[in-house]
C-alpha cells in the first residue's frame, strides 16, 4: 500500500450522537436515491419521504432524536411553503402534479437549514490602483479607450503583442475575477514574462458581482453584456464584505477582482503574481462549497483536500504559477477524481499533449502516483477503474444532472454541520510519522517539455477514450 492512503481506524464507544448520525446519512442515501429517478416525481416522493421519517425519528429515543427532530421539521416546512403558495390554505392537500422545476433554486435555499455557524473576522488586508495609474505605470502594456460609448480596458503581454480587450464594468458592485485581474495584478507586479503568457487569451469571461437575493437580474444583465455566461458568474450577498468574499477564493492568487474603477488585490496575490508561488487558501466554511483544506490533529496541519491539489495542480502545469509548498502528510491524501476531471479539462486544449505529460509529472512529485505508473493514461486507468461512471465526453450536464450534483454537495455540508455542532469525530485518521509536518515545495523545475513525447501523449488520447468505452460495453453486455 502506498504511502498516499496509510490511514489508521480509531475505536470508540458509540453513543447517541453515533446512532443519530447514522440516521442521518439513512435519510439523506434514501433522498438521493430518489433523485436518480426522472424529475416529474422528484418533489412528491421526497416529501412523502420526508413525512415517513419525521414519523420514525418521532419514535426514537429522546436522546437520539434530539440531533434530527429540529431540521427535519425546518426542511419538511420549506417543502409545504414550496408546494402551498400564498393564497392557499395551509390545510390544503399537497399538489401530487407538482413539478419540482425549481430543484435547482431549491438545493440552494435547503443549504441554509445546514448552515455551519463561522466564527472568524476576515483578516486579510487589500489595495488597489486605479486605471490611470495603471496605463501611467506601464504604458506599453495597459491603455484605456472608448468604444462605442463603453470604457475599455486593453492590456498585452509585451510591446509587440497584440491588444487584448475587456469592457470596464458600468456598475459599482460588478467585478471581472479569475483571468482578467490576474493579468492585470501580474502587469501591475511585473511578474516573470511566462506567467503573464500563460494567461493570455483568456479562456473565458468569469464575474462576481453583490447583490440582495431575488435581487439579481440587474446584475446578471451586466455581467452577460461583459462576455460572462451564466455559469460564468457568481452573485454573493450583498451584505459581505469584499474582504470576506475573497478570502474564500480557492488559491491566494485569485484574490484580486477587476472592476469600475480598477483593480483590487491582497497582499498574498500580490506576492504570487511576484513570486509565482501559490498556496491554497485557510479552510474557511462556504456551505455548498466547502473548502479546499482543513486542519488536521491537535498540531493545526493544514492538509490540502483532493479538490484542491486539482487547483494547484492546474495552474501549476499551464505556466499560471510556477509551484507551490504542501505538507509531507498531505502525501497520504487521494486527488481521486480530480485526475479525470482535470485530464478531460486539459483533453480540449490545443497543447493536450503537454498539459497531460506536465499533470502526471506534477502528481508524481507531489506523491500521487502509484509504484509502476509510467504515464498520464496508466493514473488514469486506474483512476477510472475506482471512478467508472466518470464521463468524458463533451455533452453538457443537463438540469437534472447538476441538481444531483448538487445535492450530493448538500450531503456533504449536512455532514460536516452535524460533525461541527454535534462534535462528532471522524474515525478515521492520516498516519503520522517523523516529519510529516516537513513542508515541500512542488514545481516543474528541472522538467523539460519534450515535444515528441508531448505529440505522443496528445495521439494517445482518443486511444485512451476508445479503450474506457470498450470497457464499458463489454461491463453493460
Known amino acids: 500500500m502506498s504511502e498516499r492512503r496509510q490511514l489508521v481506524s480509531v475505536e470508540r464507544a458509540p453513543d447517541a450522537r453515533d446512532a443519530a448520525y447514522a440516521d442521518l446519512h439513512r435519510v439523506l442515501d434514501k433522498c438521493l436515491e430518489i ?11 421526497l416529501y412523502r419521504t420526508l413525512l415517513k421519517e419525521r ?44 413539478v419540482f422545476s425549481d430543484m435547482k433554486e431549491r438545493v440552494h435555499a435547503l ?10 473576522v476576515s483578516s486579510i488586508e487589500l489595495d488597489s490602483r486605479g486605471y490611470d495609474e495603471l496605463a501611467e505605470s506601464h504604458p506599453e502594456q495597459i491603455q484605456l479607450i472608448e468604444k462605442d460609448g463603453d470604457r475599455i480596458l486593453q492590456f498585452r503581454e509585451n510591446a509587440e503583442a497584440d491588444w487584448v480587450e475587456v469592457q470596464i464594468p458600468s456598475m459599482d458592485n460588478v467585478y471581472y475575477k479569475g483571468g482578467a485581474p490576474r493579468i492585470v495584478m501580474k502587469i501591475m507586479s511585473d511578474s516573470d514574462p511566462s506567467l503573464l503568457g500563460a494567461e493570455i487569451p483568456m479562456n473565458d469571461i468569469d464575474i462576481l458581482a453583490w447583490s440582495d437575493k431575488g435581487d439579481e437580474s440587474d446584475v446578471v444583465k451586466e455581467a452577460l453584456d461583459l462576455g460572462a455566461d451564466l ?65 488536521y490533529s491537535e498540531d493545526s496541519l493544514k492538509v490540502v483536500k483532493g479538490r484542491g491539489l486539482y487547483r494547484l495542480f492546474k495552474f501549476v502545469a499551464e505556466g499560471k504559477a510556477t509551484s507551490f509548498s504542501q505538507l509531507k502528510i498531505n502525501r497520504q491524501v487521494n486527488m481521486g477524481i480530480y485526475w479525470l476531471v482535470l485530464a478531460r479539462k486539459f483533453s480540449r486544449k490545443a497543447n493536450s499533449g503537454q498539459l497531460l505529460n506536465r499533470l502526471y509529472e506534477i502528481g508524481k512529485r507531489a506523491g500521487q502516483t502509484d509504484e509502476g505508473e509510467n504515464d498520464i493514461y496508466d493514473v488514469l486507468h486506474r483512476v477510472h477503474d475506482k471512478y467508472p461512471f ?13 441538481v444531483r450534483w448538487l445535492s450530493r454537495k448538500l450531503k456533504k455540508l449536512a455532514d460536516r454541520q452535524f460533525r461541527s455542532k454535534h462534535h ?11 516529519g510529516d509536518d516537513v513542508e515541500e515545495v512542488i514545481s516543474l523545475e528541472g522538467y523539460v517539455d519534450d515535444e515528441k513525447k508531448d505529440d505522443e501523449a496528445s495521439a494517445n488520447w482518443n486511444v485512451y477514450i476508445d479503450s474506457i468505452t470498450s470497457k464499458e460495453k463489454s461491463q453493460a453486455a
Not at 457568481?234 to 469584499?242: F, Q, R
Not at 466518470?390 to 447538476?402: A, K, L
Open 390 to 402: 466518470f464521463t468524458f465526453s463533451d455533452e453538457q450536464q443537463d438540469t437534472e444532472d447538476i
Open 231 to 295: 455559469e460564468g458568474i457568481e452573485v454573493v450577498d450583498a451584505d459581505k464584505t469584499m474582504e470576506e468574499t475573497l478570502e474564500v477564493r480557492d488559491v491566494d492568487l485569485n484574490q484580486c477582482l477587476l472592476g469600475k474603477d480598477g483593480v483590487v488585490f491582497s497582499r498574498k496575490a500580490q506576492e504570487a503574481a511576484n513570486t509565482g508561488k501559490i498556496e491554497i487558501m485557510d479552510p474557511i466554511e462556504r456551505g455548498l462549497w466547502g473548502s479546499e483544506s482543513y486542519y
Open 55 to 98: 414519523e420514525r425519528i418521532d419514535l426514537l429515543p429522546e436522546d437520539q432524536k434530539i440531533f434530527l427532530s429540529t431540521q427535519i421539521d425546518q426542511i419538511i416546512d420549506l417543502f409545504q411553503s414550496w408546494a402551498r403558495p400564498n393564497g392557499k390554505k395551509r390545510d390544503q392537500k399537497l399538489d401530487s402534479e407538482l
Open 35 to 45: 433523485l436518480e429517478s426522472h424529475s416529474s416525481n422528484w418533489f412528491t416522493r
Open 424 to 434: 462528532v469525530e471522524p474515525n478515521q485518521f492520516h498516519e503520522r510519522f517523523e
Open 111 to 120: 443549504e441554509s437549514i445546514f448552515e455551519i455557524d463561522r466564527e472568524h
